[in-house]
């Protein structure tokens, strides 16, 4: 239902596509965090589909938490799978706060003993996928802004510190620009689709990935799903497509068996 399980997927490592050459692109998930970036159309939706497919295939123990503000659209489908959710900006800043003094928590539990936690039955990887990332900030009175600015600051934590104690973070978004999503630079990896202009693939991939030959503003219309994927932090750029996922398929994605 969910793609034929690679023994070399981990979290360290899971395979979301191929490119041109067959060579898998991998995404990490523990680690490290991704941000998916791309026009409405695009397939921002095959994206999350492929990547927690990818994570179904993994025998380590995770556990997939989901904040989707337009009423939970696209979380829905995956609630088989859902730990904890939001729908609501309120329940989002709730949630982000309960995983933050979770990886606290960890971080005091652990401390001394290791830096980067191994996930086990005791500390899960928390994933956190967040669609629609810039509407976290998304206040338009004074409470909802308190709300606001408080999720922002505990996720940022969140995402600063919870890269050692088993929890990442992936996170889409239309808007590539830093002012849209202030938290951009905490994503290391980068998924873009297709975007309107070189300037929004250079905000998006960075100007090295650019500079190695992603054109992410050239992907066609006709084809969502068609995605650039760089790393901040240096290699090369890989062209390739998720998979579409149609609807039944997502409700039937289930955890490996361990």
């Known amino acids: 239902m969910f793609g034929k399980r690679n023994p070399a997927d981990t979290l360290d490592g899971v395979t979301v596509g191929f490119d041109a050459s067959r060579r898998p692109v991998r995404l990490a998930v523990r680690g490290s965090h991704a941000l998916i970036i791309g026009l409405t159309g695009s397939g921002k939706g095959s994206a999350i589909a492929s990547i ?32 904890r959710k939001a729908y609501t900006l309120q329940d989002a800043a709730e949630l982000v706060d309960s995983l933050l003094s979770m990886v606290n928590q ?96 250079r905000m998006c991939l960075g100007k090295h990935a650019v500079e190695m030959g992603a054109r992410p503003w050239l992907l066609p219309s006709n084809l969502p799903g068609s995605c650039w994927a760089a790393s901040t932090e240096g290699g090369l750029p890989q062209r390739f497509r998720f998979r579409f996922y149609t609807d039944d398929e997502i409700r039937g994605f289930q955890h490996a068996p361990r």
């Not at 990818?54 to 730990?83: M, Q, S, V």
């Open 52 to 83: 927690i497919a990818a994570l179904c295939r993994c025998r380590e123990p995770w556990e997939l938490n989901f904040i989707d503000l337009k009423r939970g659209t696209e979380a829905a489908f995956y609630e088989g799978l859902i730990t």
């Open 106 to 201: 960890r971080a005091d539990d652990l401390h001394g003993q290791t830096r980067n936690l191994v996930p086990s039955a005791e500390y899960p990887q928390q994933v956190l996928v967040i669609d629609e990332a810039a509407e976290l900030a998304s206040g338009i009175d004074k409470k909802t802004r308190e709300t606001s600015q408080h999720l922002l600051q505990s996720l940022d934590e969140l995402l600063r510190i919870g890269r050692s104690w088993g929890f990442s973070c992936i996170a889409a978004t239309q808007d590539p620009r830093v002012e849209a999503f202030k938290l951009r630079p905490r994503f290391p990896q980068r998924l873009c689709l297709r975007v309107n202009d070189e300037d929004e693939g």
